[in-house]
């Protein structure tokens, strides 16, 4: 399966850029990444053939095992739109195939990432039956 994390913006501080290289390398045991960073302005295409989610604050909500059990009913490939600080235009969240809340809190975008990142670790982990669940 191919996982893409489209983001607008880059990761800055060096703390973020640790962590997702970790996850970035978790991940390769169950899937092709490609994370594809954006500059805030240049228009986000939908990716051919591929589930798109857009993490906005008004889109669902899941648990862990909720969140495991989409990506295997969708089962196909998966790209991640992630905005910049100033959120995602209507446009890219009205054609996206899901909207995806992390929580009701506002985090920054690099943030988001992160957490993006560990949820969607811990979802193949969750489906492959993994230790990293608790």
Do not use: W
Not at 29 to 51: G, M, R, T
Not at 74 to 88: A, T
């Amino acid at each position: 399966m191919n996982v893409n994390i489209i983001t607008l913006g880059k990761l800055r501080e060096n703390y973020f850029k640790e962590a997702s290289a970790e996850y970035e390398k978790r991940l390769s045991a169950y899937c092709k990444l490609k994370i594809i960073e954006l500059e805030p302005s240049k228009p986000i295409i939908k990716i051919p053939k591929s589930f798109c989610t857009a993490l906005c604050s008004e889109g669902e909500k899941y648990t862990s095992e909720e969140f495991a059990e989409k990506l295997l009913r969708i089962g196909q490939n998966l790209s991640f739109i992630i905005g910049s600080s100033e959120g995602l235009a209507e446009s890219i969240k009205s054609s996206a195939d899901l909207k995806l809340s992390l929580s009701d809190m506002t985090f920054p975008y690099q943030l988001a990432r992160i957490m993006l990142l560990e949820q969607i670790y811990r979802a193949f982990s969750i489906n492959n039956n993994g230790k990293y669940h608790k």
